[in-house]
């Protein structure tokens, strides 16, 4: 009797099996602060370049809203995602044991922009006192869990006495997203608006907002916002030391790497650093104060 080929099903060596099987993926996400193209852009490049680094097969996972990232981190479909400041304490909330694993060199003191139309008459301002001028405007923040686009907004504008019920209509709009804030305002749906730094001034660099139909009226004060959080379980799905290497993956991306600047670039950073979940005490304490957080 012949001898049967070398690959055949069941006789291929025990080594050779292992290789075979199927490795467990790592599944990112992030927020989706910006439109689909951009994020699109960034993931799928996030997703390559740590498999490149770490050895095992990553895949970017879209979400739908903010919310849908919280439950899909909270429910362990997801493993590492990029959240805001309040949608992080969320999560963390809700997954105990899970890790904060870095931040961007600007989200230890990140700030929120204040914009107006050219055509609302609104004028830009010195202090926080100032934002009073936005009673009885059209304003508009962006997704409901937005740390910069609604939470510390929403806080600097009861600093100033401003409630949202002040606004016209008796409410303020929520347009999903900085990209839309800023859209909207230009086009004069809403007088006034508040939106993350990172995308105001990108969007002015690439001329998508245009300084005759939208300002910027103020900006805030600092305070800690974007952050990766991964699973509490890596290191026993994954293997000893993974969480380890995973940080030290994101930590070590410069712009002197080709691949790594498109990265940073895209993330609107020279590098990523580490992260202390304590100092997002500040984002907690508001979440609770406007009922975000229970």
């Known amino acids: 009797m012949p001898p049967l080929p070398s690959g055949a099903p069941g006789l291929l060596p025990a080594a050779q099996a292992q290789q075979k099987a199927p490795q467990t993926v790592l599944r990112i996400s992030a927020i989706p602060d910006q439109k689909p193209e951009k994020l699109n852009r960034l993931y799928p490049l996030v997703a390559n370049e740590l498999s490149r680094q770490l050895g095992v097969p990553v895949k970017y996972v879209p979400v739908t809203d903010y919310t849908a990232a919280v439950t899909a981190f909270r429910t362990g479909d997801l ?3 990029w959240f805001g400041g309040l949608t992080g304490v969320q999560a963390r909330l809700q997954k105990p044991g899970a890790q904060v694993l ?3 060199d600007i989200d230890a ?3 929120s922009i204040f914009i107006a139309s050219t055509r609302s008459g609104l ?3 010195t202090g926080v006192k100032g934002l009073a001028q936005l009673k009885g405007k059209r304003f508009t923040f962006g997704s409901e869990s937005s740390t910069s686009g609604r939470l510390m907004p929403e806080y600097f504008l009861g600093k100033a006495g401003v409630k949202t ?3 016209s209509g008796g409410t303020a709009g929520f347009s999903g997203s900085h990209d839309a804030t800023i859209a909207l305002v230009a086009s004069g749906a809403y007088d006034a608006g508040a939106v993350n730094e990172q995308v105001w ?8 907002a245009k300084r005759d139909k939208v300002i910027a009226i103020w900006k805030t004060p600092g305070y800690q916002d974007y952050h990766w959080i991964a699973q509490p379980d890596l290191d026993r799905r994954f293997g000893k030391g993974f969480t380890a290497k995973l940080k030290g993956a994101i930590l070590s991306w410069r712009p002197s790497n080709p691949e790594q600047k498109v990265i940073l670039g895209l993330f609107g ?3 990523f650093t580490g992260a202390d979940a304590k100092a997002y005490g500040q984002i907690e304490q508001v979440g609770r104060q406007i009922g975000k957080i229970r």
């Open 201 to 208: 001034r990108a969007s002015l660099h690439d001329g998508k």
């Open 123 to 125: 004028k830009p301002i």
């Open 109 to 111: 003191s990140f700030h």
């Open 79 to 81: 493993d590492l995602v």
């Open 102 to 104: 870095a931040q961007r």
């Open 165 to 167: 019920t002040d606004f």
């Open 269 to 271: 950073a020279q590098q």
